[in-house]
């Protein structure tokens, strides 16, 4: 018997109904007395907040619901952007569209996301789940649990998200929406105007035993972006890093101690410097395909049968193109920001007029499909006026496939050799790229370089058994109970065709183009943000704003023609290397099983003190988890320097390994609901909750790309042995329900975590490769001509080593050299537990206020979130600190009357750490800076004809940007502007 003392209007049990079994704790005890109670219809925006608000208020702890405002309408068109207006959760976006969730700070890995209370596979490598993939039509509710629950899966320690689906025994009769919508995407200059349709139909047997509800919805988006970036990181040193190779402070990547750096950072500072600076532009289509059959029977009143098919295809389509220049850290001259953190508000750098550096631009495609299908089906029997048992399996697949005839990914580099000087300016919002010679750059300078065309895919499987139950032991209280079965298994490959030859190679390429695959098109007009003009830099720098959007398709076909084959290099399908491969079975293959068996009990007693009515419900659940991870990688062997920052790792054959893992945890919980007066409640709880594992962090087996520096190469490796996070968990929280329509609530939390997962950097000598930058050759050019600049001393090593049988002048190629060469230093990520414990705390505040029967309301919420260890920039090693720590608040007005309904809501986050990791310089932070957008939408119930509603959409209408950065606010590492979306459309509903 769970707590039903609350007060409940007819609304919130209408809704509880609608909702079903699924919602487990929070409404089930509302479920148990409708059946019998009248469904009163009421539509709209207050209609929906009103059934959110009673779902928070009879909820066994502290959370919160969204609930759709009609049959087949949604708040948003996506679920992530509607559930960011609750208090603690914000999102992450992929183009300008809602992906993600964060709740109260934890990673969006670590709150679980279930579809009607079962989990679902995923396959983004770790546990979230993408909302952008599941449309919002067919879905009636969703709730965020956020404190512990025994009957409640485990993985959420944020929270348990569950996704509610349309049951048709929820609505007796017939029920239909249909809608169409345009939307117009200001980002795109390639796209138009695209469509959605979407519809719902359910319908009841006459005496109500039983139902069919089908629902589908279709969804085209053209959408693009311009984003300014230092792809690859920053990389950073102590003060006393320099380029006096004499001295003891050298290393790659250092500047001078002298008059070529103004403001040069102290000895007791730490500096870092860009690799690159790159300029991308995408066009995107995605493909959006939702559909789902419920089939429910209810044969007497005590037993509810409901069978149900669910399937999810997007397709994601994504063209660019870019133009970037390579820092080589040779001689530069530079303008810094005063320390601590010193970065360059202009970093500029010369190549010999002999040998000018390259001038890159790329095009490249990505195609992919995700798919996911889900079949259950649910028994509920209400035994006897004691014992209620529910049956629940499901099984349900994902994967994520190549969708285009280039692979998942392809890539492919012409460059320009007449880069004598290039300099980026920091000090504005956008980096600014200059490049002597840019301007005029024509067509015949172009010459293919390197590529890449890659396949990978990933499959995951869900298989769940569930059986829960409820037995009344009085009338004040209960026990659940229940056990789950539970099979997750991930599969991912993957297979790299690669043409490593970036600093161009190749017969005499202008023969072989024509003018026309070389279509210009400008640059700084395609930003709406704006930079620095290179002040206090010698020399005039005029911006770079010029590019070939050079034809892909003939130049991909020109060189497979032209090239042959690079000795060692796989090429792909067609025989050559500019195609992806199928043969999966040659690169990387990961398999990872995870078994868990849950079993829970919980204690539900509802009392009376001093006058006052209270729920309490202790509870424990109990899980075991075993793991076992076999996968297939690449060896490597060997080592060749093909240009001044390429050193290509040869193919040393396949590895087999097979690892396992496991654990085991009882996880208690307490919550507690008192009932202060009628409009008070006051709840304090207590849970143990664990955050399992990445997928990607349990899978066995080391992976060393082929692509290196001479500073070192890179690699990753998983971990099955990882233990869950870790989280004990406090909260006490405060509402106030002061009329039918508002109510206003106040909470703390604290959660306390540890084993938290990090990734080490452990250097290995794996494989035993000789290093040819790094050796007796090297070292012998780096001292003679005082320079770390790799194009002077690989001319130094093939000036004076012609004949040594590891040094080929002609192809430009100096491999390794094991007798005088030093091994390789790989650099291997690993994930491993950190046992150290780290507090969260926080608050939340919402209210939610309708001005009486005036249509008018509003609705604000903030959250506040700290922890006491946060990332410390002065520090260059890696740190174990939790990402995605922010604050958080929502502003929503709206108005709903009289057919007429409008809302504009502002959402703002604050910065937070979003990574440890930069490209591929090693630990070093990504923040994310603060960020707002507002949107609005309205719509219009025709009333000459029933049923039929217009509406207008505005996403983003202030046009805002996001922006990254490293250490600090000036080392930007991407901006990326989108634009508003417009959508316009009609819905009809019987």
Same mark, same amino acid.
């Given at each position: 018997?769970?707590?039903?003392? &609350? ?51 009879? !909820? ?79 879905? !009636? ?44 995407? /200001? ?172 001038? !890159? ?156 695959? &070389? ?68 690169? %990387?293959?990961?398999? /990872? ?6 079993? #829970?009990?919980? #204690? ?133 329900? #002061? ?48 320079? /770390? ?96 720590? !922010? ?18 809501? #502002? ?14 310089? =090693? ?25 039929? %509603? ?15 950065? =490293? ?24």
């Amino acid at each position: 018997m769970k707590n039903n003392r &609350f007060v409940k209007t007819q609304i919130a049990t209408s809704l509880s109904i609608a909702i079903g079994a699924f919602a487990a704790p929070i409404v089930a005890h509302a479920a148990d007395e409708a059946k019998d109670v009248e469904v009163i219809e009421v539509t709209g925006i207050r209609a929906s907040l009103i059934k959110s608000r009673d779902l928070k208020r009879d !909820s066994n702890g502290v959370a919160d619901a969204i609930s759709a405002e009609d049959i087949g309408k949604f708040p948003d068109t996506n679920l992530a952007e509607s559930m960011q207006r609750i208090a603690g959760v914000s999102i992450d976006r992929q183009n300008g569209e809602g992906s993600k969730v964060t709740v109260r700070g934890i990673p969006p890995e670590m709150n679980l996301v279930t579809l009607n209370g079962r989990q679902m596979p995923v396959t983004t490598g770790n546990r979230s789940f993408d909302f952008a993939n599941i449309a919002s039509e067919g879905v !009636s509710g969703v709730v965020v649990t956020k404190t512990g629950d025994a009957s409640v899966p485990t993985g959420g320690i944020g929270s348990v998200i569950d996704i509610q689906t349309h049951k048709p025994l929820s609505h007796q009769g017939t029920k239909a929406s249909f809608g169409v919508k345009a939307v117009a995407d /200001t980002s795109t200059e390639d796209g138009s105007i695209t469509p959605e349709i979407s519809g719902l139909y359910s319908t009841t047997s006459e005496d109500g035993k039983f139902g069919v509800s089908v629902s589908a919805s279709y969804q085209k988006r053209e959408s693009g972006n311009a984003q300014a970036q230092v792809g690859t990181g920053w990389r950073s040193f102590p003060g006393t890093a320099d380029t006096d190779w004499s001295g003891t402070n050298a290393t790659w990547g250092g500047v001078a101690k002298d008059s070529t750096q103004t403001n040069r950072p102290a000895d007791s500072d730490i500096y870092s410097v860009p690799q690159t600076t790159i300029y991308r532009f995408e066009e995107q289509q995605r493909t959006r395909t939702n559909a789902q059959l419920v089939l429910q029977y209810r044969p007497i009143d005590s037993v509810t049968a409901t069978l149900d098919y669910t399937m999810m295809q997007n397709d994601i389509d994504v063209q660019h193109n870019d133009i970037s220049a390579w820092y080589n850290f040779g001689t530069s001259e530079n303008v810094w920001s005063d320390g601590p953190v010193a970065t360059p508000l202009i970093y500029s750098e010369d190549y010999p007029s002999a040998s000018p550096a390259d001038l !890159s631009m790329a095009r490249g495609f990505s195609a992919n499909r995700h798919e996911s299908s889900s079949i259950g089906l649910n028994v509920e029997w209400q035994v006897n006026s004691d014992l209620k048992l529910e049956l629940d399996v499901h099984s349900s697949d994902a994967s994520r496939t190549p969708n285009g005839q280039y692979g998942s990914a392809a890539n492919m580099s012409m460059a320009a050799f007449v880069r004598t000087r290039a300099a980026t300016d920091f000090t504005g919002d956008r980096p600014i790229l200059a490049v002597d010679g840019s301007e005029n750059v024509q067509w015949s300078d172009m010459r293919v370089t390197g590529s890449t065309f890659g396949n990978s895919q990933d499959a995951s499987d869900v298989s769940q058994q569930q059986v829960n139950g409820s037995y009344v032991l009085d009338e004040k209280s209960s026990i659940d109970f229940g056990v789950s079965l539970t099979s997750v298994s991930n599969h991912s490959q993957a297979i790299n065709v690669q043409r490593n030859d970036w600093g161009g190679m190749g017969v005499d390429q202008p023969s072989i183009f024509t003018e026309d695959m &070389f279509p210009v098109d400008s640059i700084q007009d395609r930003f709406d943000t704006s930079g620095g003009n290179f002040n206090g830099l010698s020399g005039d720098m005029q911006a770079i704003d010029r590019m070939f959007v050079w034809d892909f398709e003939a130049i991909r076909a020109i060189a497979a023609e032209a090239y042959t084959t690079s000795a060692g290099a796989t090429p792909g399908d067609c025989g050559n290397l500019f195609c992806p491969s199928t043969n999966y079975g040659g690169d %990387t293959d990961r398999f /990872t099983e995870e078994n868990s068996t849950a079993v #829970y009990a919980q #204690y539900n007693y509802d009392g009376e003190m001093a006058g006052m009515y209270y729920g309490l419900h202790v509870g424990v659940r109990w899980e075991d988890t075993e793991v076992e991870s076999t996968s297939i990688v690449t060896a490597r062997d060997g080592a060749e320097w093909v240009s001044a920052n390429e050193v290509i790792l040869g193919d040393g054959g396949r590895v087999f390994q097979t690892q396992t893992g496991g654990y085991d945890y009882f996880l208690p919980n307490i919550n507690f609901n008192l009932e202060v007066t009628d409009d008070v409640i006051v709840r304090a709880a207590y849970s143990q909750t664990i955050g399992r594992p990445n997928y990607a962090d349990i899978q066995g087996g080391t992976v060393v790309g082929s692509l290196a520096r001479t500073s070192g190469a890179n690699g990753s490796a998983g971990n099955p042995n990882l233990l869950p996070l870790e989280s004990t968990n406090l909260d006490l929280s405060v509402e106030w329900y #002061y009329s039918e329509t508002s109510y206003m609530s106040f909470g703390l939390f604290k959660k306390d975590t540890q084993n938290y997962i990090a990734n080490v950097e452990e250097n290995s000598t794996i494989y035993g490769i000789a290093n040819p930058g790094d050796g007796a050759k090297y070292n012998e050019a780096r001292l003679a001509l005082n320079t /770390t600049d790799a194009v002077a001393i690989r001319d130094y090593i093939f000036a004076n080593y012609p004949n040594d049988p590891y040094v080929d002048v002609a192809n430009g190629i100096i491999t390794g050299d094991p007798a005088t060469d030093n091994i390789m230093n790989v650099a291997i990520n690993v994930p491993t537990n950190n046992d150290r414990k780290t507090p969260i705390d926080g608050m939340e505040f919402s209210i939610q206020h309708l001005f009486g029967e005036t249509g008018y309301g509003v609705i604000a919420n903030y959250t506040a979130v700290s922890t006491d260890l946060e990332y410390d920039v002065m520090n260059l090693e890696d740190q174990p600190v939790l990402t995605n720590i !922010s604050d958080s608040a929502n502003l929503i007005a709206f108005y709903d009357l009289d057919g007429f309904q409008a809302r504009i809501a #502002y959402n703002w986050r604050d910065e937070f750490l979003a990574s440890r990791y930069q490209g591929d310089v =090693g630990p070093s932070p990504i923040f994310v800076e603060a960020y707002s957008q507002i949107d609005f939408n309205m719509s219009y119930d025709v009333s000459q004809v029933e049923g039929l %509603t217009v509406f207008f959409e505005g996403i983003n209408i202030a046009n805002n940007f996001t922006r990254t950065h =490293g250490r600090a606010e000036k080392q930007v590492l991407n901006l990326t502007e989108t634009g508003p979306r417009y959508n316009f459309g009609a819905r009809y509903s019987f």
